[in-house]
């Protein structure tokens, strides 16, 4: 006799787009930190305080990423309402440089 288990996937179409846009938050948070870091290491007085600090937070990001489910929504979401505000802060910013 067999038993025909219910296959598919084990989260929402919500869930899996909900989770991929905060992956793009995340690596987004992470692309401009890193161009921080070179800009800052191209500079002829670095900071190493605000070097290390950035690194710090781009490895924050990472584990963030890293230990980032799928079905966890409450944290999917918390993670791309912060880090997507990261990103528009920083543009925002961005924004008002280059129009200065």
């Known amino acids: 006799m067999t038993t025909s288990a219910r296959t598919g996937p084990k989260w929402t179409q919500d869930q899996a787009i909900a989770y991929e846009a905060a992956l793009e938050a995340i690596n987004d948070v992470i692309a401009g930190y890193s161009e921080q870091i070179a800009m800052e290491q191209q500079r ?3 900071s190493a305080s605000r070097i290390e600090w950035l ?9 963030i990423m890293d230990s980032l489910n799928v079905t966890d ?28």
């Open 44 to 46: 002829p007085t670095q």
């Open 55 to 63: 690194e710090m937070r781009t490895d924050q990001a990472t584990a």
């Open 73 to 100: 929504t409450d944290n999917v979401r918390q993670v791309l309402t912060e880090y997507s505000a990261i990103v528009r802060a920083r543009d925002a910013a961005e924004a008002v440089r280059i129009a200065a």
